[in-house]
């Protein structure tokens, strides 16, 4: 992922990393609707596909297409739904024992220079955990956005 690229451009690279493809999006009956949020539209895909008989997709790729359906909305009205998804960049979330989670911009636009200088943003800080998100929506609130990736001191990043 890099920043440069739309949010739904990024949600469409996740999509195809987790396994799923293009018509995960384009071939959906489901008709996102402003109010909807990521979760809305993963409730709708899943019933969609209960309605149909189709064979049952994997959670994840559920997810990653109403990330990117509910981007390309966002990204077709911009002044409908500003903030909620917009090219950016990533955040680090950190997650202190004691205490409220912090949340700070990432200068970096390379996932793995963002995630060399998060390792050392939270090991500096003494926490033991913490996330890197893309922004989608939550206004830079922690614990909102599309989660990229997860640290623990004790296991490294994953996923």
């Not at 195809?16 to 990521?38: F, H, I, M, Q, W």
Request: charged share 25%; no cysteine; net charge negative.
């Amino acid at each position: 992922m890099n920043s440069t690229q739309s949010s739904s451009e990024q949600f469409m690279q996740n999509l195809k990393s987790l396994g799923g493809s293009e018509s995960d999006v384009n071939d959906a009956a489901y008709v996102v609707r402003d109010e909807d949020t990521v979760e809305n539209v993963v409730s709708g895909l899943r019933i969609e596909q209960q309605q149909h008989g189709s064979a049952a997709k994997e959670p994840s790729i559920l997810h990653a297409a109403a990330e990117v359906m509910v981007s390309r909305r966002d990204e077709q009205d911009p002044s409908r739904h500003a903030g909620s998804s917009q090219e950016g960049k990533y955040q680090l979330d950190v997650h202190h024992s004691a205490g409220p989670s912090t949340r700070e911009s990432i200068p970096e636009k390379d996932i793995e220079d963002a995630k060399n200088w998060a390792r050392e943003r939270i090991e500096a800080q003494g926490a033991e955990f913490g996330a890197i998100y893309f922004p989608a929506g939550g206004d830079g609130v922690p614990g909102t956005g599309a989660l990229v990736s997860s640290y623990d001191r004790s296991v490294g990043w994953y996923r």
